[in-house]
């Protein structure tokens, strides 16, 4: 399954406006990149990940829809799944959008 280019769309639209985003493909999806540190994918799995403070991905996992990112069979914090019904509207969305381009501008450029 190839990623959703609609959602892609979305998500670009969003962060239209940001310094230093890029686009690559990555896992199967379009990952956005805010400089150089990976913010977001368009899934090839269907929906999105986001990237999160580690902190905080217990307390965002009560979001309807997302879950444990999970890579090699382990659980990777500061990473979640968002399923596609939980990024239908775009107030939806920008959530996590937010959520993942703020943490990524935090991070050291790359």
Request: charged share 25%.
């Amino acid at each position: 399954m190839t990623y959703d280019l609609d959602l892609a769309y979305r998500i670009r639209g969003m962060l239209a406006t940001e310094c230093g985003v890029d686009e690559r493909s990555m896992f199967g999806g379009l990952a956005f990149l805010i400089n150089g540190n990976m913010a977001l994918a368009a899934s090839g799995q269907g929906g999105i990940m986001v990237r999160v403070a580690p902190e905080e991905t217990e307390s965002l996992l009560e979001f309807d829809h997302t879950e444990p990112m999970i890579m090699s069979g382990r659980e990777a914090r500061g990473w979640l799944r968002v399923s596609d019904d939980g990024i239908r509207t775009e107030r939806q969305l920008q959530r996590w959008v937010t959520l993942g381009s703020d943490y990524a501008r935090k991070l050291p450029p790359k």
